[in-house]
C-alpha cells in the first residue's frame, strides 16, 4: 500500500549510458514532480506534471526528458549520463495547489 | 530568483528544545512548510504554515513565522534521538504549479 513508489532504488551505471526512473503514485493526484538531491544535500525541483501536461520545467539539461503515461506515472529518462548526474532523485506527487506533496523514497543514481 | 537558507548544523542533548531557523526571500509565499529527512529515506512533511498566520502549534512542534522579517523557525521540545534528522524549510510559489522552492537543510544531532 506504498503511497509513491520510484524503481530502481539504486542505480549504478557507467558514463554515457542512458537509464530510467520510473514512478508511480497511488494516491490519486494529478500532479507528479521530480527532485534532484545532490551530494550536499541539496534539494531542488526538476520538473512538474498536472494531468500529464508539464507545467514546470527548471533550468535542467535537455539529456533529462520526464513522460507521464498516465496521472498516476511519471518517469524520468536520461540520456548520456555524466559524472555531475549523480545525485538522489526524488519522486512527489499531490493534487494541484494542495500544501501536501508526497515524497517517494528516493533513487540513488550514482555514474561511474 | 527565491531564496531559503538554513543554518547547517545543530546539536542538543536529549529532553533539550531544538530551534531550526530558516529565512526566505520571496514576498508572495502562501504557505511555508517544514519537512523531516532521516538518513536513506524520502522526505516527510512534519508540519506547516500559511502566510496569513504567525504560529502554528501541533505537539511537540512550534512553527513561527514573522511574515516581515521572512524568517520562520522550528521547535522541537522535549528533543529526543529519533528526532535526529535533516529538516528542510521550503516556501511555496503558489499559483498554478505549487513549486517548493528548499532551504539548504539543517541536520539536527540529538546526544543521548
Known amino acids: 500500500d506504498t503511497a509513491v513508489s520510484q524503481t530502481p532504488k539504486y542505480l549504478v551505471t557507467q558514463m554515457g549510458n542512458d537509464k530510467s526512473i520510473k514512478c508511480e503514485q497511488n494516491l490519486g493526484h494529478d500532479t507528479m514532480y521530480w527532485y534532484k538531491q545532490d551530494s550536499k544535500k541539496f534539494l531542488k525541483i526538476m520538473f512538474s506534471?498536472?494531468?500529464?501536461?508539464?507545467?514546470i520545467n527548471e533550468t535542467v539539461p535537455n539529456r533529462f526528458s520526464p513522460k507521464s503515461p498516465d496521472k498516476a506515472h511519471l518517469n524520468l529518462h536520461i540520456n548520456s549520463l555524466e559524472l555531475g548526474d549523480s545525485a538522489v532523485y526524488f519522486c512527489?506527487?499531490?493534487?494541484?495547489?494542495?500544501?501536501?506533496?508526497?515524497f517517494g523514497p528516493g533513487t540513488r543514481l550514482t555514474v561511474t | 530568483g527565491e531564496d531559503v537558507e538554513q543554518s547547517l548544523f545543530l546539536s542538543v542533548r536529549e529532553g533539550d528544545s531544538s530551534v531550526i531557523n530558516c529565512t526566505y526571500t520571496?514576498?508572495?509565499?502562501?504557505?511555508l512548510y517544514w519537512y523531516k529527512q532521516e538518513p536513506g529515506a524520502g522526505l516527510q512533511l512534519l508540519t506547516y504554515i500559511f502566510s496569513n498566520m504567525d504560529m502554528k502549534q501541533d505537539q511537540r512542534l512550534t512553527v513561527l513565522l514573522n511574515k516581515k522579517d521572512k524568517h520562520l523557525s522550528l521547535r522541537i521540545a522535549d528533543t529526543q534521538t529519533g528526532d535526529s534528522a535533516i529538516y528542510f524549510c521550503a516556501d511555496s510559489i503558489g499559483g498554478a504549479t505549487n513549486k517548493l522552492i528548499f532551504g539548504t537543510g539543517t541536520l539536527l544531532a540529538v546526544q543521548p
Open positions: 512527489a506527487s499531490s493534487h494541484l495547489d494542495s500544501y501536501e506533496q508526497y
Open positions: 506534471y498536472n494531468n500529464k501536461e508539464l507545467i
Open positions: 520571496d514576498s508572495s509565499s502562501t504557505y
